[in-house]
């Protein structure tokens, strides 16, 4: 019999980081047996193209090996028994009671391999035992002189890596920001790992004091989906009047006054490495902004047939950078997508596209979502703090608004 495929076997459920690199330690604690007369046949291997990916690997003597594979084919708790791994994952639980790393085995040549299902992780103490000829320990097997168990521990650290994400934007860029600021974005340079960001965020005043609760702290935080960009909202209970948290804290921001926010490097990204340096918002608060967006005040600077020219919108104000890079559009005669570039300039104040092609004569439109917003989350529909009792002419029930304009 020849024991050359693969076979799965252990309940325990890990979940192991991927590594890059490692920097292997190892310690042994047996002396000479029949099966292993030299300690140094247990190794770690590094097996496949992947830097995550390691074997457990011992080496019997030829006899030995052939002696193992002239057996019938054990069942898969026999070779578990025989050759194993266990992780020490906690403080508290001996590792010696918890069961086996999941895994496959393999022979080749007169080498027993064991892969691990999942990769190694750092910082974490292996320990692999090679049973010696006991009957309860080799159900299947036979008998094999010698009677000590060889064991040898193996750990994998995590290298120290030099910090490189750095926050690259944080938005709306203005430094003249409404008193009632609904949000910022904050954009990194890589992913950022999940979970107690708020900690790292912190807002002061022209003082150095720091302001206490000036964020909604929501339990599922606002990333995108490759978590390189985070929304950060204002607690809109100190932003709209007559409720609670403003009538006793007053409102996070006051107009005349400056601050910072302050983005701190101990922040971890995806990998688990701090941000290489902080950041630093400065700006100052104007008054607040209650005034419902007006399309008709937008300047449009149309560009000219047979060019790629860019087309310009000119906002009256400061609008909110994620939703103007998506919830605008051009569209042809036939109501069809141009395909193009977008650019956001000016604090947020211009929009611009270039086609990919050139502009052709005839009418486009200019195509705007009715949920896009300023600084303060007042949209095209309605005001964010919105006064039932009244109502402007200006606001309007519709998905969209589309302005025309004719290239020529």
Aim: net charge positive; aromatic share 10%.
């Amino acid at each position: 019999m020849t024991f050359s495929g693969r076979k799965f076997i252990g309940i325990l459920s890990l979940t192991f980081p991927f590594i890059q690199s490692s920097c292997i330690s190892h310690s042994v604690s047996s002396k000479n047996s029949t099966i292993l007369p030299s300690s140094s046949k247990i190794r770690l291997v590094k097996t496949g193209t992947k830097n995550n990916q390691f074997s457990f690997e011992v080496e019997f003597k030829k006899d030995t090996a052939k002696q193992l594979l002239n057996f019938r084919d054990p069942n898969l708790d026999g070779w578990q028994k025989l050759f194993n791994v266990k992780a020490e994952v906690s403080d508290t639980l001996n590792w010696k009671t918890l069961p086996p790393v999941q895994g496959s085995y393999r022979f080749h040549e007169n080498k027993l391999l064991f892969e691990p299902l999942f990769p190694l992780q750092y910082d974490i103490n292996y320990h692999v035992t090679l049973h010696s000829s006991e009957k309860e320990m080799l159900t299947g097997f036979g008998k094999i002189k010698g009677s000590k168990n060889l064991e040898k521990t193996f750990r994998i650290n995590k290298p120290i890596t030099e910090p490189s994400t750095l926050v690259t934007y944080i938005y709306p860029s203005a430094n003249s920001l409404p008193e009632n600021l609904l949000k910022f974005y904050v954009h990194f340079s890589a992913p950022m790992s999940q979970g107690n960001v708020y900690k790292h965020i912190h807002l002061y005043d022209s003082n150095n004091k720091r302001i206490e609760l000036p964020f909604l702290e929501l339990g599922e935080e606002l990333w995108n989906p490759n978590q390189t960009r985070i929304t950060i909202l204002f607690d809109p209970g100190r932003i709209k009047k007559g409720l609670l948290p403003r009538n006793n804290d007053g409102p996070a921001l006051t107009r005349g006054e400056s601050y910072k926010l302050v983005i701190a490097s101990d922040w971890l990204d995806a990998s688990g490495t701090p941000l290489r340096e902080s950041f630093t918002k400065l700006f100052t608060v104007t008054a607040p902004d209650n005034q419902i967006l007006l399309p008709k005040n937008w300047k449009v600077i149309t560009p000219k047939e047979g060019t790629k020219d860019p087309l310009k919108i000119d906002f009256s104000e400061p609008l909110d950078h994620a939703l103007i890079s998506r919830l605008i559009w051009i569209e042809g005669t036939l109501k069809e997508s141009i395909e193009g570039t977008i650019n956001i300039k000016g604090s947020e104040k211009r929009w611009i596209f270039v086609p990919e092609d050139h502009w052709t004569a005839g009418d486009y439109t200019i195509v705007i979502g009715t949920k896009i917003e300023d600084l303060a989350g007042n949209t095209v529909i309605r005001p964010f703090e919105i006064d039932r009792l009244e109502t402007s002419k200006e606001q309007t029930n519709e998905e969209f608004i589309r302005i025309n304009f004719t290239v020529k």
